[in-house]
């Protein structure tokens, strides 16, 4: 038996939840276990879990045994493994993995900074594999390192979405009972075929269960029976629960299990899989900006409209970056409102890499940009913003995803957007942001000098607009006497702030959709809302 290498330092909590409950309730369930020993009047049970995990994968289809097959550039069984360590109540973890895969095993857990983890040799067949897992558990074996638990749960290394509180229920019942599996319902009708391939019998599906995993046992129970068995149940036997009853008597309970369960079969399992641990690390998106909390602007808007786009996802504010990060958001929407550089997503970036969030799994971090062609030579502000590449590269060696959005919007229609015009009492610290003057074709109000409440930068988008000529800016104080826009301007000026609200939309769109897709292809590009 080998202990897998200690790794570096880690999050505090390794990724989010995928296997059970989340934050207070987290940490409350992390104590469950002895708050029913303490009800039942006795101590609770040490607990172990061994994980057979020496298949080849013959049904999958592919030359890489499954469990080594990787789901966002991370092998499934890192996955199965952080589910059973995160319950704090499972002393150790036993792993039995074949000779030629012990280096990848080792290097998996160091990679992943994986803790509790011993490694045995697996066996030619399932139940000679958990046999060589209890015996690295068992007192009576030479040179051993572990104690012996009082309940150990054995679980397939190719279901990653167990849940903590189905470890519990097994446990807890195994401790009573002597054993415990998970069953759920069938999906299919069991038939019985005869030797030449006709129809013998059906079994009444109501009446029977799919066995599953986790199942749990006293120690003593499973390891007494596996030292009885016959050789032709360790080469053919499939059924720990069997091996119980056959051989020390004891009928399991059998506990019903969440749909979660299932297990990581054929290929299009592993599309599966992925699309479940994307969904779940989508589920929070944090905004980070590069101006005060209370200030007016585009970024504000956008900010909004994520919220209203993606009502099913947390949007949060990046005010506390560092305790955002603890509490494990994957998803940063970083906007760099008052500069076309990557000031604040360069600070951003060096956060997460400090913090070794995305060990586990890969971050987003999506860079936005308002950029004003107008104020500045375009090809001036478009190199800089290229440079995205380049801090993209860097970042991807973290497993941190970095993507460019540029957004499109109408100075103008953004002034009316936040509602300076007409009569607001803002207009004058909001417009000594910046000055107009300069841009072609902006007529000047009368009364002098007008006021830019946003320095970006806008790219022509799929509408096509990217003039501000033939705008009248009206607002600032000394020209509230000043003739009122006609009919047709405020028609105009309506149709820009559609325009600004059909950008942001588009902008929140393509937000969502890479955070969801996480589309490594994508690193170090540029999309225009």
């Not at 997460?352 to 940009?369: D, G, K, T």
Request: hydrophobic share 40%; aromatic share 6%.
């Amino acid at each position: 038996m080998e202990s897998g290498p200690s790794g570096g330092s880690r999050p505090a909590e390794p990724g989010p939840r995928l296997c059970g409950l989340r934050g207070a309730d987290a940490a409350a369930s992390a104590s469950s276990l002895s708050r029913f020993g303490a009800e039942a009047g006795c101590r609770a049970p040490a607990v172990a879990a061994v994980l057979p995990a020496g298949g080849s994968g013959e049904r999958m289809g592919v030359p890489t045994p499954k469990q080594f097959c990787p789901i966002l550039e991370r092998p499934l069984i890192s996955y199965t493994l952080q589910a059973l360590e995160r319950v704090s109540w499972i002393k150790d973890i036993i792993v039995a993995v074949t000779g030629e895969s012990m280096e990848t095993m080792k290097g998996i857990i160091q990679r992943y900074q994986h803790k509790r983890i011993s490694l045995v040799e697996a066996g030619v067949t399932r139940h000679r594999s958990i046999f060589n897992g209890l015996k690295a558990l068992a007192e009576d074996q030479p040179n051993c390192r572990l104690s012996k638990p009082e309940v150990v749960i054995i679980h397939d290394a190719v279901r990653p979405f167990v849940e903590e509180d189905v470890l519990l229920n097994v446990v807890t019942a195994a401790q009573e009972h002597g054993a415990s599996g998970a069953i759920r319902p069938l999906v299919s009708t069991v038939i019985s075929p005869s030797v030449d391939s006709c129809l013998d019998h059906s079994l009444e599906r109501a009446r029977y269960r799919a066995s599953e995993m986790p199942q749990a046992f006293l120690f003593d129970v499973i390891y007494e029976a596996y030292q009885q068995c016959s050789d032709y149940d360790l080469e053919f036997g499939t059924e720990c629960l069997h091996l119980a009853l056959k051989y020390s008597h004891i009928k399991a309970k059998l506990v019903e299990g969440s749909p979660d369960l299932w297990k990581v079969t054929y290929k299009r399992d592993l599309y599966a899989a992925e699309s479940i641990i994307k969904e779940r690390i989508s589920q929070q998106v944090c905004v980070v900006m590069d101006t005060k909390e209370d200030e007016e602007h585009v970024g504000r808007c956008l900010e909004e409209m994520l919220k209203t786009e993606l009502n099913h996802i947390k949007v949060t504010s990046g005010q506390d970056l560092q305790q955002i990060i603890v509490e494990q958001c994957y998803n940063f929407v970083c906007m760099n409102v008052m500069t076309s550089d990557f000031e604040e997503t360069q600070r951003l970036l060096n956060m997460l890499e400090e913090s070794n969030l995305s060990i586990l799994y890969p971050v987003v971090v999506i860079s936005v940009h308002f950029l004003d062609y107008e104020s500045v030579p375009f090809g001036q502000k478009m190199e800089k913003v290229m440079q995205i590449r380049e801090f993209a590269k860097e970042a991807k060696k973290g497993n941190i995803l970095l993507f460019g959005l540029l957004i499109y919007f109408p100075q103008v229609a953004m002034t009316l957007s936040l509602g300076f015009p007409g009569g607001s009492d803002d207009k004058e610290s909001i417009y000594n942001a910046g000055d107009l003057s300069s841009i072609p074709g902006l007529d000047r109000a009368p009364g002098g000098r007008h006021g830019n409440p946003l320095q970006h930068s806008c790219l022509e988008n799929s509408l096509g607009q990217k003039s501000l000529a033939g705008y009248s800016l009206w607002g600032h104080k000394e020209a509230e006497t000043a003739e009122q826009p006609s009919t047709a301007q405020t028609l105009f000026h309506g149709e820009e702030e559609q325009k600004l609200q059909e950008s942001l939309r588009q902008g929140a769109t393509i937000i969502a959709a890479l955070i969801k897709e996480r589309n490594s292809g994508l690193v170090g590009q540029l999309l225009v809302a």
